[in-house]
């Protein structure tokens, strides 16, 4: 089971609603869902709630320490409770899914993300579950510190809240280890593209019937 579900994001007003901060709305809404409310925790840097599910203790974190510090809140409180980090399921933007797309994942690399990076090191180890929650791509290498650092426009913003939606969705069967069930129910793909409808068949045009001939 999942007993420590963190939401990346950083702190501050000018920082809501921004694509790097899609794992805090996440949070947010499992804060809601669980009927708990998270308060600032300075011992272990962040926002954090303690509720339980199925009879289990279940802890919630927003790391307050900035993106790139995430991991020295997530360590402090999974050292502390003694929480494994496959008992870990971490919630971030990603860049490599287009918004309203989102896929769950174990272990792996940190693929430059800087909140998993600093996790990754503070825990010794990338054997975690990650909740990819797609913001999509500038284009530019160059540009992604900009552009996670914008609000989507609207079209993008309302795909990142549904697929947030689907993830809540999933919940239960998150936080009880069912990742078979949870994938099948948080992962998606793209509609194929309809076919475009076969031209009609038109009657051929028929040739005028010959003269009779003479005898």
């Keep these: 089971m999942i007993k420590l579900l963190v939401g990346l994001g950083n702190p501050g ?12 709305c996440l949070l947010d809404g499992a804060a809601r869902a669980l009927k708990t409310s998270l308060a600032m925790d300075r011992s272990y840097h962040g926002l ?13 974190l927003e790391p307050q320490t900035f993106m790139n510090l995430s ?14 980090p496959d008992e870990i399921l ?9 918004p309203g797309e989102a896929k769950l994942k174990f272990g792996g690399s940190h693929a430059g993300h ?16 990650r909740l990819r929650l797609g913001v999509g791509h500038p284009g530019v290498k160059s540009e992604v510190a900009n552009w996670v650092l914008k609000k989507p426009p609207l ?47 038109t009657d051929k045009p028929s040739l005028p019937n010959p003269p009779p001939m003479s005898e």
Excluded at 13 to 24: I, K, L, S
Excluded at 157 to 181: E, S
């Design 13 to 24: 007003p000018e920082y809501e609603a921004t694509r790097h901060n899609a794992g805090f």
């Design 114 to 129: 800087n909140g998993l990076r600093d996790i990754h090191a503070q825990l010794g180890t990338g054997d975690y579950w």
């Design 48 to 60: 954090v709630a303690r509720t339980s599910f199925a009879g289990q203790p279940l802890w919630l």
């Design 90 to 98: 971490v919630a971030h933007d990603e860049l490599d899914l287009p």
């Design 155 to 201: 079209d993008d913003r309302i795909a990142v809240d549904q697929c947030i939606d689907r993830a809540l969705g999933a919940l239960p069967a998150l936080l009880a280890g069912d990742m078979n069930k949870a994938m099948l129910l948080i992962h998606t793909s793209r509609p194929p593209r309809p076919k475009p409808p076969r031209p009609a068949e």
């Design 71 to 84: 991991g020295k809140s997530v360590s402090a409180l999974a050292r502390f409770f003694k929480i494994k």
